[in-house]
């Protein structure tokens, strides 16, 4: 009995140990950040309530390995302010911007100091008045928390890393796959570099190496699957695990936007100057040296010559990228061009056609007028072309309501109409297409369907793995695939593929300061 009580005491002890240490010296890290690609060639706005705003304890569920059961949640006093993330779209308003980064700044102040910060942006933003949102977001926060605060950032590498983002961060990092497969892994990454730093006691990285490369391409032209992307991001790894190496990346960049930022860009950081300096110099010359060989991760073809292809094909189901209006890269999500396009083609005017999935196009009227007719009946109306109507003005649909959907987080509200043997998918709102999910909830089956229709690029993984043939038709909108049609005035010149005689960039390491500099 003795013995036993004295082990109570002992474990007693323990516990109220292990609490003094919690209170008064685990890390304190802020969570804060705002995501978005905007195409600054859509006539497309994007207002606060896209973003889908979550603050405090909400933020964690961003993150699977912030769960509340993970050592990285439990070792750590965080404080998650607000983080927002929405579909790529138009420039932000103004407003909106302001309104966030407000919000994120107030609940910044009430919890001060910090030890470090978790800064999670995709780095993309286009903001009305703004040449760099993402610079100017970090150093408003900055002003707040102070120099001293340890900031960790993690991007999408289809973002754009300015001197100034660069120079506010300490440390910094992006996605090494596109499709981005490994998100989260690479948020984890950035999370994990931040504690370790802070705990081990070495603090910030003595040495920021940043590097812009003068190469702008889209990202179905660097997707990792294939070369001479997938060799590029794969030496990226081994090059960390040197001593004196804490981390490095390279950014494709954003290439729908026409801003001074928008351009490749290589960093790595770390304690050992010769070994960063190596690091991205390697990274910036391969870069280079591999820029005429980048080419579409799938063939292209005019709109006319992929539909010909689907319809002569075996291969079912057979998809179509309609490239151009891309709401996934920023596109409005609305361009009526291909919808009518495809409506017209006789192949498909009877129920015996091929039978074709067009997903999709916004028309709340039409989704208005479907829920109060309901299903079986028959629906006639406009859809499309609200915000971005330069190629083909709102198309008039006539058909039968096949299934309607509610409660999608995007769409709010879908309605399949049947024209002949085309299955149109309108939305409340517009929304992404990327699982067969999507598809089945609306009744309708991508694996025996004859054709698929996605306002997409590159196939995410559900519906790469879901294909027998695919085309990526070259259509036109706001996410453009043929960049020299795109009306470029403010993007640093000289820049590939828009210029290819120019002498070899300058590709060696400009240094950065530390934010304890600044």
């Known amino acids: 009995m003795k013995k036993n009580f ?4 002992f474990l007693f002890l323990i516990i109220i140990s292990g609490c003094s240490i919690n209170n008064n010296n685990i890390p304190k890290i802020a969570i804060a950040g705002l995501a978005i690609e905007s195409s600054t060639f859509s006539p497309a706005t994007t207002e606060e309530k896209a973003f889908h705003a979550k603050t405090d304890n909400d933020v964690f569920s961003f993150y699977p390995f912030l769960s509340k059961d993970s050592i990285l949640r439990q070792n750590i006093n965080w404080i998650p302010t607000l983080r927002g993330h929405a579909l790529p779209g138009g420039i932000v308003t103004k407003e909106a911007y302001e309104s966030l980064v407000s919000k994120t700044l107030d609940k910044l102040k009430k919890n001060m100091p910090y030890d470090g910060l978790f800064f999670d942006i995709h780095g993309a933003m286009s903001v009305q008045g703004l040449d760099d949102p993402e610079g100017d977001f970090i150093t408003r926060i900055r002003k707040v928390i102070g120099n001293k605060t340890f900031i960790s950032t993690s991007m999408d590498l289809h973002g754009n890393v300015s001197k100034i983002l660069a120079e506010e961060t300490d440390l910094i990092t992006c996605y090494r796959m596109a499709p981005h497969e490994d998100a989260i892994e690479s948020k984890r990454r950035a999370v994990k570099n931040l504690i370790e730093r802070i705990n081990n006691g070495k603090g ?3 040495y920021k190496a940043w590097i812009p490369v003068p190469i702008l391409l889209p990202g179905e032209k660097t997707s990792t699957r294939v070369e001479p992307a997938k060799s590029l991001y794969s030496k990226i790894k081994p090059l960390t695990k040197q001593e004196g190496v804490i981390d490095a990346a390279i950014w494709v960049g954003y ?6 930022r928008n351009h490749g860009v290589v960093m790595a950081t770390g304690d050992n100057e010769k070994q960063v300096k190596n690091v991205a110099e390697t990274l910036a010359e391969n870069f280079w040296s591999v820029r005429n060989e980048f080419k579409f991760v799938a063939p292209t073809a005019t709109l006319k010559e992929s539909i010909d292809m689907a319809i002569n094909s075996s291969e079912k189901p057979f998809i179509i990228s309609d490239m151009g209006d891309n709401p996934t890269a920023g596109g409005a999500g609305d361009v009526t061009w291909t919808l ?9 005017n009877s129920k015996n056609g091929p039978s074709l999935i067009y997903a999709s196009i916004p028309g709340p009227k039409l989704v208005e007028k479907a829920i109060k007719i309901g299903i079986g009946g028959r629906v006639k109306e406009f859809v499309g072309a609200e915000v971005d109507n330069r190629y083909s003005p709102p198309l008039l649909l006539d058909g039968e309501i096949i299934s309607i959907f509610h409660g999608d987080v995007h769409a709010e509200t879908e309605v399949v109409v049947r024209n002949g043997s085309v299955f149109v998918i309108v939305t409340k709102k517009r929304k992404p297409y990327h699982k067969e999910l999507d598809f089945v909830q609306l009744s309708l089956n991508p694996k025996k369907t004859d054709i698929i229709v996605v306002k997409i690029g590159y196939l995410v993984p559900e519906l790469f793995n879901l294909k027998k043939g695919w085309i990526m038709a070259l259509t036109p909108g706001g996410v453009d695939q043929n960049l020299e049609r795109l009306n470029y005035k403010r993007i640093k010149r000289p820049m590939f593929p828009f210029d ?4 070899n960039p300058n590709l060696e390491v400009r240094w950065i300061k530390s934010s304890n500099e600044l």
């Open 204 to 206: 910030k990285p003595k």
């Open 255 to 260: 290439p729908w936007a026409d801003e001074p």
């Open 6 to 9: 004295h082990k109570f005491i």
């Open 500 to 503: 290819k005689d120019f002498d």
């Open 340 to 348: 009518d396009k495809i409506l017209k083609r006789s192949e498909f």
